[in-house]
């Protein structure tokens, strides 16, 4: 048997592999190697750096994992970031005045009624995501900023702060514990579920999708809708982390999301979402930006970094 014959199948295996597709797996380990390699003085490596890492990157996760919908149904959602920190500030005010429950609850329906709001005018009177998401970006920081005269809530709930972010359950951080369950929860809907498919199929085409009898309206409003439930529960673990609630929370996150859930192989253009790669995709921008603090790089050069990534991440997303 030649070599060429041995060699076949796996060239064969190759020519089938879908680079673009699977290039955050590729990219997470080169980076990861690059960096221990580069830094391997100064802690990357380290345990506790690590961790720090997953913490910092997990309510961009929450949000990506929602993102992951909206993008796969070919709409996008520029008002996470901001809902995230409405949410931490009505949650902090709430927890103050009601107590634990209703602060969770107001929490929430911060997310599901801006997300509600949004998805209304995008799946109903054909407004372009892109600028009803935008617009509910400003609206929303003005509010947060407006009911809390810019200054930070504090929550001293320790019940609150354990649950959302701030505790452990032995010896698993339970800001880890969310999520695991929304990675998992979000990963079996897109892919086992008929919801999921319908998301694929409305963001694939549009119109044979609504043909099949895809109720293509409601699939936008849901997705949208999900996607400010996702930031919501996002501001309430930046809440419990931080003990807080700030209008900041959540600045610019918006940003770090859609990189991560379009470098997770999530189509730009619709009818292809990867949640397991949009968890792989905010925990590389994460590494990204730990090692770029380790090098001694400033914010504004990280900025610069993170909109790079972006730039290649549109660059490596494909219509089919």
């Known amino acids: 048997m030649s070599n060429q014959t041995a060699f076949a199948p796996i060239l064969s295996r190759l020519k089938r592999f879908e680079w673009r597709q699977n290039i955050i797996y590729i990219a997470f380990v080169a980076v990861f190697l690059l960096f221990a390699v580069l830094l391997r003085d100064s802690g990357f490596t380290n345990p506790n ?15 990506a994992v ?36 209703p602060g969770i609850m107001a929490g929430l329906s911060v997310g599901l009624v801006a997300g509600a709001i949004s998805g209304g005018l995008v799946a109903w009177l054909k407004v372009p995501s892109f600028l009803v998401t935008l617009g509910m970006l400003g609206l929303l920081v003005g509010v947060a900023r407006w009911i809390t005269a810019s200054a930070p809530i504090p929550i001293a709930d320790q019940t609150y702060i354990a649950i959302f ?12 514990i969310w999520v695991t369950l929304v990675v998992g929860i979000g990963a079996i809907v897109m892919n086992k579920t008929k919801f999921g498919r319908h998301v694929r199929a409305t963001g694939g085409n549009l119109v044979a ?4 009898g895809v109720k293509t309206a ?3 409003f849901i997705v949208l809708m999900l996607s400010g439930g996702g930031a919501a529960l996002a501001g309430m673990l930046y809440a419990g982390r931080l003990q807080s609630g700030r209008f900041q929370w959540g600045t610019g996150d918006e940003l770090s999301v859609i990189a991560a859930v ?12 990867q949640v397991i790669g949009s968890l792989f995709g905010a925990v590389f921008i994460g590494l990204i930006n730990n090692g770029l603090i380790l090098m001694g790089l400033d914010v ?8 790079a990534i972006i730039i290649l991440a549109v660059a490596l997303s494909r219509k089919k």
């Open 300 to 307: 504004s050069q990280q900025q610069v970094v993170r909109g």
């Open 218 to 220: 409601r699939v936008k």
């Open 49 to 63: 750096n690590l961790m720090n890492i997953l913490r910092q990157t997990a309510t961009i996760t929450v949000m």
């Open 165 to 176: 972010g701030g505790g452990q359950l032995g010896p698993v951080p339970t800001i880890f």
């Open 66 to 101: 929602a993102m992951t919908y909206v993008i796969a149904a070919a709409e996008i959602d520029l008002s996470v970031g901001s809902i995230a920190g409405l949410s931490s500030v009505v949650t902090a005010m709430s927890i103050s005045s009601w107590g634990l429950v």
């Open 209 to 212: 999708a609504g043909y099949t």
């Open 262 to 273: 379009i470098l997770g192989g999530t189509s730009l253009f619709g009818g292809r979402g």
